[in-house]
T-cell receptor
Framework: GAGVSQSPSNKVTEKGKDVELRCDPISGHTALYWYRQRLGQGLEFLIYFQGNSAPDKSGLPSDRFSAERTGESVSTLTIQRTQQEDSAVYLC?????????????FGPGTRLLVL | AQSVTQPDIHITVSEGASLELRCNYSYGATPYLFWYVQSPGQGLQLLLK??????LVQGIKGFEAEFKRSQSSFNLRKPSVHWSDAAEYFCAVGDDFGNEKLTFGTGTRLTIIP
């Protein structure tokens, strides 16, 4: 079946502009995660959605970052007033969300470059 | 809070040689541990995971990893590497509920020489 998809695959923007990144999880997966991967670094957790529960936003680096998810489907990550340090690959993952220790399935990522 | 250390930033091995990638974690309870591989231009793919039972875990592509509680380690091994194994490898630990908020190491880049 289809995996996790993300769009756009690449985004170049100017400092100060807002950007929206989209994630389509695997159908039926109730858990959805956003991570950020800066050049040469590991992945940093940003936010986690599980079903209709309140999202865990503990990883969002500033109030310029926000994310939404409609039900158990698409999620958008919005970065307002982008800064050069926001340049990174933004990865989305989903999992069935039923039990602990589940595999997270990752999308290909959106590479964001802020000029 | 949990943390993961991958002490080797870059490793080069010859094709056919054995491989061991190191991973050390810091976590208060029994951890959920994962190894992911990221090939150029591709997303992360799970190689294997541990969360209970046998401490030697078998994964895809001939990889295995051993959980050693006494050493807080979860090293990845392969007896004979192939050129296609060249990639970035990430170790990760899951939190109290086993799945949310994976904490990743900084990765080890593996280069294979003929």
């Amino acid at each position: 079946g289809a995996g996790v998809s993300q769009s756009p695959s690449n985004k170049v923007t100017e400092k100060g502009k807002d950007v929206e990144l989209r994630c389509d999880p695997i159908s039926g997966h109730t858990a959805l995660y956003w991570y950020r991967q800066r050049l040469g670094q590991g992945l940093e957790f940003l936010i986690y959605f599980q079903g209709n529960s309140a999202p865990d936003k503990s990883g969002l680096p500033s109030d310029r970052f926000s994310a939404e998810r409609t039900g158990e489907s698409v999620s958008t990550l919005t970065i307002q007033r982008t800064q050069q340090e926001d340049s990174a690959v933004y990865l989305c993952a989903s999992s069935p969300g039923n039990i602990g220790g589940e595999t997270q399935y990752f999308g290909p990522g959106t590479r964001l470059l802020v000029l | 809070a949990q943390s993961v250390t991958q002490p080797d930033i870059h490793i080069t091995v010859s094709e056919g040689a054995s491989l061991e990638l190191r991973c050390n974690y810091s976590y208060g309870a029994t951890p959920y541990l994962f190894w992911y591989v990221q090939s150029p231009g591709q997303g992360l793919q799970l190689l294997l995971k541990y969360f209970s039972g046998d401490t030697l875990v078998q994964g895809i592509k001939g990889f295995e990893a051993e959980f050693k509680r006494s050493q807080s380690s979860f090293n990845l091994r392969k007896p004979s590497v192939h050129w296609s194994d060249a990639a970035e490898y990430f170790c990760a630990v899951g939190d109290d509920f086993g799945n949310e908020k994976l904490t990743f190491g900084t990765g080890t880049r593996l280069t294979i020489i003929p």
